[in-house]
């Protein structure tokens, strides 16, 4: 049978989705994404209306609507779905399953997008970071994060040395930021998230690229030409 590389990857996240519920409070509370709600505030108004691709179980979203903004998950696992509908969606919070390459959104939709560590498990990554930019408005904001080369997950793609098919792409930071400065995207700002051993330590006299290189996730701030 064919590989559908976009079915698999639904089928993989209905399996991880109970994991992912027991830990995403945690990691959006106190982990690895604590400072991404407070970068993305500084960047986007309270009020807009924001897409939050790759949602999971919707914990990251209802952070968002708790900051005032409108918000709209969306997750290809329809079982992340289910659990986010269940115990969070309200009027200013809906969830709907979707993939990340054929977005259920008219154009222009949304004032900002927030995807933090999908786009790497799309089969190419340039079809929905275009998808991205056709439901942005004019002048929109995109928040992405991208997994960094010292993050553990990245280990969902090393079969690919074997010749086996696999579901994630390990995409460096430095690559998601030179495919949208070619396709039309300006780069706003970005800051790094560094596993505990790099915490507390000054790093800041790196440049950016051995920065990067430390890094467990990249986060960027893009905005749609306007």
């Excluded at 509908?85 to 004032?111: C, I």
């Excluded at 991208?146 to 994630?168: D, F, H, Q, W």
Aim: hydrophobic residues 35%.
């Amino acid at each position: 049978m064919t590989f559908n590389w976009h079915k698999e990857a639904e089928k993989q996240w209905d399996e991880r989705a109970g994991f992912w519920n027991a830990n995403s409070e945690n990691m959006w509370d106190t982990g690895s994404r604590k400072t991404i709600i407070p970068f993305f505030k500084k960047h986007i108004k309270e009020g807009s209306t924001v897409a939050d691709l790759g949602c999971g179980d919707g914990y990251g979203s209802f952070k968002l609507e708790k900051e005032g903004y409108h918000v709209t998950g969306l997750d290809i696992s329809e079982d992340m779905i289910r659990r986010a509908k269940s115990r969070l969606e309200h009027e200013r919070l809906q969830f709907v399953q979707g993939d990340l390459v054929h977005l259920p959104f008219e154009e222009e939709r949304f004032d900002a997008i927030m995807a933090i560590n999908c786009l790497e498990w799309v089969e190419v990554p340039y079809e929905g970071l275009q998808e991205m930019k056709r439901i942005l408005k004019p002048g929109g904001k995109l928040c992405i994060g991208v997994l960094g080369p010292t993050a553990k997950p990245r280990m969902n793609s090393y079969r690919r040395v074997y010749g086996e098919e696999v579901i994630c792409n390990t995409m460096m930071p430095w690559e998601l930021e030179e495919m949208a400065l070619e396709t039309g995207w300006h780069l706003e700002g970005g800051y790094g998230v560094f596993k505990r051993e790099v915490e507390g330590k000054d790093v800041s006299f790196l440049p950016k690229d051995l920065l990067q290189a430390l890094t467990f996730m990249w986060v960027f701030i893009f905005e749609k030409d306007k």
